[in-house]
């Protein structure tokens, strides 16, 4: 079947057009339609995490299965206030590019990033990579409430994105990327780092490391 699909704000813009149609099998969902566009405009991936669906006039989740004819619309969250916030997590690649473009803000005087990155050893030991688990609602529904603490705490904070990845990640991707901005730099450095220390501490995720010679949970021993 055939299924138009629409591109607002940045994804037109990356994409260099506004629409396109893609062929799908019949039921194709949501999510096999954003598959279809990506594979012909790669560049669009990185914004997956940021993605609104909708057909028609109302807002649909990736699950939806289209109809022939149906119109798709592709679109970042719309600007304005606390709605423009973001908590997630994905199983796509991270995009510190894309979490900065989400928490920019007129009215902000400084923006920070912070990556969590995999690396390469632990102790002295090699790793070969690593796997994260979630509880995926419940560590969305958290760091919400961390991101509401920031805005208690810190009132020129403008814009809050917390993005935690699972599944398999290599060495140097990133596993978590927290973007805050705010009216001023040491507002936004602060919530920054207090966002990654209580997002470790509360958050419901979980890290398996792969070595030559085994594998771990991390912070959990015995069998």
């Known amino acids: 079947m055939r299924v138009g ?10 994409a260099g057009r506004e629409r396109l149609d893609v062929e799908l099998p019949d039921g194709g969902t949501v999510e096999a339609a954003w598959a279809a566009v990506v594979d012909r405009y790669p560049q669009l991936s990185s914004f997956r995490p940021f993605t609104l669906f909708a057909v028609g006039q109302e807002y649909v989740e990736p699950d939806h299965a289209l109809k022939p004819g149906d119109e798709l619309s592709l679109f970042p969250p719309v600007s304005g206030g606390v709605g423009g916030d973001q908590y997630r997590v994905v199983e796509e690649p991270l995009s510190p590019d894309a979490v900065a473009a989400a928490v920019d803000e007129p009215g902000a005087g400084g923006i920070v990033i912070f990556s969590g990155v995999v690396r390469d050893e632990t102790g002295g030991r090699p790793v070969k990579f690593l796997e994260y688990e979630a509880h995926a609602p419940m560590a969305e529904s958290e760091m919400r409430k961390i991101g509401e603490t920031l805005r208690a705490r810190w009132p020129g904070v403008k814009r809050v994105c917390m993005l935690h990845r699972i599944g398999r990640l290599e060495i140097g991707e990133s596993s978590v990327l927290i973007g805050v901005s705010a009216a001023h730099r040491g507002d936004a ?16 995720v979980w890290k398996k490391e792969h070595f030559e010679d085994g594998e771990v949970w991390v912070g959990l021993q015995g069998g």
Do not use: W
Request: hydrophobic residues 40%; charged residues 30%; proline residues 4%.
């Open 5 to 14: 699909v629409r591109l607002f704000a940045r994804y037109r813009e990356t």
């Open 189 to 204: 450095f602060a919530a920054c780092r207090y966002a990654i220390d209580t997002l470790k501490r509360t958050v419901p």
